[in-house]
């Protein structure tokens, strides 16, 4: 009988896996279960459950280390502070991907090596899985969530809002909308509702001109917007009523509306679409483990699982190819994520490159445009 290559090189690859968790683990300290910490920053909710239930509960269970978490709302601000004052903050850290582009440029993370990644299930190597921009000198993405528009159906019983365009038309949807207090996706949506062609839009917003467009469409409904900071706002303020609008990430309004039951629905057209990705902070405490559990927490079913808890798409795509239903509701999760063919195509994919380069000046010009 001949043996099937494939197999033969999965079971390799598991065992390799195995063998090299073991390794990492052991080598800073002997022995796997002796009371270690590992300390991850990340963003809290519902997010942070999912994390729990798909990838720190199992490598508990399996390494005997405890996983700690740290919540935080974003930022690099936490990486430099902890190098100036506090260095025992952190092992790793969940960042969006411009975030883990520019910490890796200002050399505040550890690089990571790629060919520890466990293989895909049919063999395929853990570099092709990955969907393309998922893997970086500093990071390896876990999904892929947006930030999108929802709003409050109760506020609309007649035409309801479907396009971008939809939220700066007050005469059609009046009403109050709460976005973030960041220049990340509103200029995109402000260009969107211009007309603007989805691969068109940051040439645009690299010109004076192209600003200048986005902050006169923002001007229409600025007396009308309340910020939010915490990504836990939005949701809530739907709920209650406050705002008939909402930018947000698409998992916090998925959980209101499936575990909640508030009447909350999301405008997929220009959904601004990115990775969530794990770095480890420079002469973090505990790198090696940390290099360990990303290891662990990247093998097709782990990424699978977490999006069974939260709407959020895997980053590889092996992954995506398990996701079915939503744990414990048993709906179809698959419309649900932005990685959904129809959703997709509606998308804009963030460009983390651009963003990593020109944030710190968009910053700049968006806080000058609040306060004049």
Same mark, same amino acid.
């Given at each position: 009988?001949?043996?099937?290559?494939?197999?033969?090189?999965?079971?390799?690859?598991?065992?390799?896996?195995?063998?090299?968790?073991?390794?990492?683990?052991?080598? &800073?300290?002997?022995?796997?279960?002796?009371?270690?910490?590992?300390?991850?920053? +990340? =963003?809290?909710?519902?997010?942070?459950?999912?994390?729990?239930?798909?990838? /720190?509960?199992?490598?508990?269970?399996?390494?005997?280390?405890?996983?700690?978490?740290?919540?935080?709302?974003?930022?690099?601000?936490?990486?430099? @502070?902890?190098?100036?004052?506090?260095?025992?903050?952190?092992?790793?850290?969940?960042?969006?991907?411009?975030?883990?582009?520019?910490? &890796?440029?200002?050399?505040?993370?550890?690089?990571?090596?790629? %060919?520890?990644?466990?293989?895909?299930?049919?063999?395929?190597?853990?570099?092709?899985? /990955?969907?393309?921009?998922?893997?970086?000198? &500093?990071? $390896?993405?876990?999904?892929?969530? *947006?930030?999108?528009?929802?709003?409050?159906?109760?506020?609309?019983?007649?035409?309801?809002?479907?396009? $971008?365009?939809?939220? /700066?038309?007050?005469?059609?949807?009046?009403?109050?909308?709460?976005?973030?207090?960041?220049?990340?996706?509103?200029?995109? =949506?402000?260009?969107?509702?211009?007309?603007?062609?989805?691969?068109?839009?940051?040439?645009?917003? #690299?010109?004076?001109?192209?600003?200048?467009?986005?902050?006169?469409?923002?001007?229409?409904?600025?007396?009308?917007?309340? =910020?939010?900071?915490?990504?836990?706002?939005?949701?809530?303020?739907?709920?209650?009523?406050?705002?008939?609008?909402? %930018?947000?990430?698409?998992?916090?309004?998925?959980? *209101?509306?499936? @575990?909640?039951?508030?009447?909350?629905?999301?405008?997929?057209?220009?959904? $601004?679409?990115?990775? #969530?990705? =794990?770095?480890?902070?420079? @002469?973090?405490?505990?790198?090696?483990?940390?290099?360990?559990?990303?290891?662990?927490?990247?093998?097709?079913?782990?990424? *699978?699982?977490?999006?069974?808890?939260?709407?959020?798409?895997?980053?590889?795509?092996?992954?995506?190819?398990?996701?079915?239903?939503?744990?414990?509701?048993?709906?179809?999760?698959?419309?649900?994520?932005? +990685?959904?063919?129809? @959703?997709? *195509?509606?998308?804009?994919?963030?460009?983390?490159?651009?963003?990593?380069?020109?944030?710190?000046?968009?910053?700049?010009? /968006?806080?000058?445009?609040?306060?004049?």
């Amino acid at each position: 009988m001949k043996s099937d290559p494939k197999k033969m090189r999965r079971h390799r690859q598991q065992y390799l896996t195995a063998w090299l968790l073991a390794l990492l683990l052991m080598s &800073c300290g002997g022995v796997i279960n002796a009371g270690q910490v590992l300390t991850v920053v +990340t =963003w809290g909710g519902p997010y942070e459950q999912s994390q729990k239930k798909a990838f /720190f509960d199992p490598f508990e269970q399996e390494t005997g280390i405890e996983v700690k978490t740290i919540r935080y709302n974003g930022g690099i601000e936490i990486l430099k @502070n902890r190098q100036e004052s506090d260095p025992a903050v952190g092992d790793l850290i969940d960042l969006v991907m411009a975030d883990n582009l520019a910490a &890796c440029n200002l050399g505040l993370l550890e690089p990571l090596d790629h %060919s520890t990644l466990p293989d895909a299930p049919d063999g395929t190597p853990a570099i092709d899985d /990955f969907y393309p921009g998922a893997l970086t000198d &500093c990071g $390896v993405s876990l999904n892929i969530y *947006a930030t999108v528009l929802a709003f409050d159906r109760r506020a609309f019983p007649g035409i309801k809002p479907s396009r $971008v365009s939809d939220l /700066f038309d007050l005469k059609r949807f009046p009403g109050k909308r709460a976005l973030q207090r960041e220049p990340i996706a509103v200029l995109e =949506w402000a260009l969107r509702a211009y007309g603007v062609p989805q691969q068109e839009i940051y040439n645009l917003l #690299s010109t004076n001109r192209g600003i200048s467009l986005a902050f006169k469409q923002l001007d229409l409904i600025k007396d009308h917007i309340l =910020w939010w900071q915490d990504s836990a706002q939005p949701a809530r303020l739907l709920a209650q009523g406050e705002v008939v609008m909402a %930018s947000g990430y698409n998992g916090r309004f998925f959980d *209101a509306l499936v @575990n909640h039951n508030h009447p909350i629905q999301i405008i997929w057209d220009g959904q $601004v679409y990115e990775y #969530s990705t =794990w770095g480890v902070p420079r @002469n973090a405490p505990m790198s090696k483990q940390a290099k360990a559990f990303i290891s662990f927490a990247s093998a097709t079913d782990r990424l *699978a699982q977490q999006a069974k808890y939260i709407s959020y798409g895997p980053a590889r795509a092996s992954s995506g190819a398990q996701v079915w239903k939503h744990d414990p509701s048993g709906i179809d999760i698959r419309p649900h994520l932005p +990685t959904f063919e129809p @959703n997709f *195509a509606a998308g804009i994919s963030k460009d983390h490159e651009w963003y990593a380069h020109t944030l710190p000046r968009l910053k700049q010009q /968006f806080e000058r445009w609040l306060t004049e």
